[in-house]
């Protein structure tokens, strides 16, 4: 018997997943989300030159339709990236496929994961669209199997949620994710999928999407490779009978709500980076702006020497220093601190005396938490 996970799911959405056989048999590879009204989107897409044609597309959809959007349809196991005009005729098929199934003819933003460089096999994906469309439902589980449904290399699924009260009555926000290569954010991370139940007006919506993905799915890294389709996609449609509008309770709410949801499955997805044994959480204060501190954090995270360190369990913090000191970042090393778990390394840009013992255990744990001051 499978166990669902403990999620809230909002009100006024349908799932539905179907095993198309794209790459694996068996595999559930297709779903999609339908938002029973039209809702608010909002999206953030990679910036990647290579963009897939399901990028270039929801994209101009997105555009086209003033941020009204009545679904998300997705496929696993073949990118369609690097595919030419087939590619790009196909990912408009898919989004006719979807809205036709579910039968309100609403505008459908359309995502793919896989094999860069092949061209999708549609008569499988136009099966699965239909079989997905005809298993739909609107419960925990059915959020769940899709959620599955866009795995590929990930070991484990990535899945959040939050609930909140504004004048009594209830918000939820549900969210899932996959991805545990090509994970080096240049604007999103792979694909990701949040829903809720609020009203708010997609100009606004955008805004505060592309706030809490900047502190969230933009400040994680495993293997510093960009994704040709990087895409992550809010909607907001409205079923709780809350509005948020610029300032109001509601939307404050929201958006704490949203970035706890956001900030959990950036966590997952670190996670689970392929070969990854540490999640390591890098924390730089002190910095002139959000965006210094997130570069020289960056230039840690990506360093060979330091994954190289970790991984060995060697407290080489010559090799942070290093890292910040070319990052670009303008600070004074002189005035500089650097923190490994409970452990001081380096005041005033000195090195510290510290206990190589209790090193060896910060470098073993699971987590491991680095900061730079």
Known sequence: MTTIPQIAVPAGYQFGTAAAHIKYPGRKDVGFIVSNNPASCAAVFTQNRFCAAPVAFSRDMLHNSAGIISGIVVNSGCANAATGDQG????????????????????????????IGVQLPMEKISRGITEAADMRGEDAADFVAFADSIMTTDTVRKIASAQFEVGGKTVTIAGCAKGSGMIHPNM?????????????????????????????????????????????????????????????????????????????????LACDGEGATHLVEITVSGAATFADARKAAMAVANSPLVKTAIYGKDANWGRIACALGYSGVDFDATKTDITLGDLVMMRNGTPQDFSEERALVILGEDEIKIHAD
């Open 88 to 115: 790009m005729e196909n990912a408009a098929t898919m989004a006719h496929l979807a809205s036709e199934s579910i039968g309100h003819g609403g505008a459908f933003l359309v995502c793919s994961t896989g094999t």
């Open 188 to 268: 999103a991370t792979l694909l990701a999928f949040v829903i809720t139940d609020i009203a708010i007006d997609a100009h606004l919506l955008q805004q505060i999407f592309a706030r809490v993905n900047d502190i969230s799915l933009n400040c994680i890294t495993v293997d510093g490779d960009t994704s040709t389709n990087d895409t992550a996609i809010l909607l907001a449609n409205g079923a709780a009978d809350v509005q948020a509008t610029a300032g109001s309770e509601a939307m404050r709410a929201f958006e704490s709500a949203l970035t706890d949801v956001m900030i959990k499955l950036a966590r997952q």
